[in-house]
Nanobody
Framework: QVQLVESGGGLVQAGGSLRLSCAASARTFSTMGWFRQGLGREREFVAAISASGGRTYYGDSVKGRFTISRDNAKNTVYLQMNSLKPDDTAVYSC???????????????????WGQGTQVTVSS
């Protein structure tokens, strides 16, 4: 069974940085993405990356601050988060798609596998 395991969450002050990792148990995926869900909020698309890593996609609220990358030799996807704000506080979840279709990268229901999530808390 495929598993996605996130790590790297924690507590950070506003303006700080964190790097999240998502380790996959198998390399059978196409696009991989990150989503987040804050308390009382809907799940929000954060970023996605193509199978080769050559294409990346970002939600409007994180453009210019977050960077997604992947190391296929390690079956791992990363999310570097800089200039963090209190509004970035959320549970961040990694997700993986079997399909290479890119038009639905921002939709949670396009993804086939999900990690358990990791908490990111940004204090003001």
């Amino acid at each position: 069974q495929v598993q996605l395991v996130e790590s790297g969450g924690g507590l950070v002050q506003a303006g700080g940085s964190l790097r999240l990792s998502c380790a996959a148990s198998a390399r059978t995926f196409s696009t991989m993405g990150w989503f987040r869900q804050g308390l009382g909020r809907e799940r929000e698309f954060v970023a996605a990356i193509s199978a080769s890593g050559g294409r990346t996609y970002y939600g409007d609220s994180v453009k210019g601050r977050f960077t997604i990358s992947r190391d296929n030799a390690k079956n791992t996807v990363y999310l570097q988060m800089n200039s963090l704000k209190p509004d970035d506080t959320a549970v961040y979840s990694c997700a993986a798609k079997l399909s290479a279709l890119i038009s639905n990268n921002h939709r949670p229901n396009a993804y086939d596998y999900w990690g358990q999530g990791t908490q990111v808390t940004v204090s003001s």
